[in-house]
T-cell receptor
Framework: KQEVTQIPAALSVPEGENLVLNCSFT??????LQWFRQDPGKGLTSLLL?????REQTSGRLNASLDKSSGRSTLYIAASQPGDSATYLC???????????FGPGTRLSVLP | DTGVSQDPRHKITKRGQNVTFRCDPI?????LYWYRQTLGQGPEFLTY????????KSRLLSDRFSAERPKGSFSTLEIQRTEQGDSAMYLC????????????FGPGTRLTVL
């Protein structure tokens, strides 16, 4: 059974810092991995999607990497801003099927 | 707005009542997903449709839950005889399918069972 964990559970940083969020999964038989942000009481916003054959994806100040064999992904946020404050979730799609499995999220606070 | 929409946004009901939620996916997306999310947790997969066919169901989807996507467009999720443990945010997502398969989520329906 696929299990996804995220470390740390919560993170508080001053504005301008670069930071790394971690996502680990137990079964490396994945099709892709997707990073989302979620604001309180709202739905999820897609940030980046990495196919299993890819090593990384970049969008603006965000960079996500994937090491499928070791079951790890990281989300790097450069020059953090207060508007980045949200919960960040990773989700993996298995090789077979559509049963996406989410991690519990990392709650990020960027202080002005 | 061409994103995923859900209705209602909030629902308060008494234990034992039936409730139905609606999801309208992005129009060209043939894949539709339902998830449930409780406070402080990530979403949990409930079920998946490709066009009108329900292809996967989680064991979380007890016999009190039923989902439909009659014409391959909008979908409904019905919960019968609601219990307090059903209180959660119900999220819908859609994707185009194919190789890329990026999911796009709606704003969710917050269910409170009293």
């Amino acid at each position: 059974k696929q299990e996804v964990t995220q470390i740390p559970a919560a993170l508080s940083v001053p504005e301008g810092e670069n930071l790394v969020l971690n996502c680990s999964f137990t079964d490396s038989a994945i099709y892709n991995l997707q990073w989302f942000r979620q604001d309180p009481g709202k739905g999820l916003t897609s940030l980046l999607l990495i196919q299993s054959s890819q090593r990384e994806q970049t969008s603006g100040r965000l960079n996500a990497s994937l090491d499928k064999s070791s079951g790890r992904s990281t989300l790097y946020i450069a020059a953090s801003q207060p508007g980045d404050s949200a919960t960040y979730l990773c989700a993996v799609r298995p090789d077979r099927g559509q049963n996406f499995v989410f991690g519990p999220g990392t709650r990020l606070s960027v202080l002005p | 707005d061409t994103g995923v929409s859900q209705d209602p946004r909030h629902k308060i009901t008494k234990r034992g009542q039936n409730v139905t939620f609606r999801c309208d996916p992005i129009s060209e997306h043939n894949r539709l997903y339902w998830y449930r999310q409780t406070l402080g947790q990530g979403p949990e997969f409930l079920t998946y449709f490709q066009n009108e066919a329900q292809l996967e169901k989680s064991r979380l989807l007890s016999d009190r839950f039923s989902a439909e996507r009659p014409k391959g467009s909008f979908s409904t999720l019905e919960i019968q005889r609601t219990e307090q443990g059903d209180s959660a945010m119900y999220l819908c997502a859609s994707s185009l399918g194919g190789t890329y398969n990026e999911q796009f989520f709606g704003p969710g329906t917050r269910l409170t069972v009293l």
